[in-house]
């Protein structure tokens, strides 16, 4: 697991990953929370439950990247079992 979160902090700080851009679904929903925290929570107190919006979304953007690493490498070991068999 620590070499997949090395592999992991390496992607994210490296100029690919910032080149990625935002998907539309994360601006949307970035915006959402925005307008919602600040629509609820007056001036500058939506701040700490802002950070712990982020802080949740960077664990599981991480989780997503482990789990789907994880998954590719399943898809990569059967597509080589598929091709000794054949």
């Not at 992991?8 to 959402?32: C, H, V």
């Not at 599981?60 to 990569?76: D, K």
């Amino acid at each position: 697991m620590d070499n997949l979160k090395s592999l992991y902090y390496r992607y994210q700080n490296s100029e690919d990953y910032g080149e990625l851009g935002q998907m539309p679904e994360t601006i949307k929903a970035e915006t959402a929370c925005l307008d919602f925290l600040k629509e609820h929570f007056p001036g500058s107190s939506y701040l700490p439950v802002e950070e712990l919006i982020v802080m949740l979304g960077s664990v599981n953007e991480m989780q997503g990247f482990v789990y789907g690493f994880r998954y590719a490498m399943l898809l990569i070991g059967d597509c080589r079992k598929a091709v000794t068999v054949q």
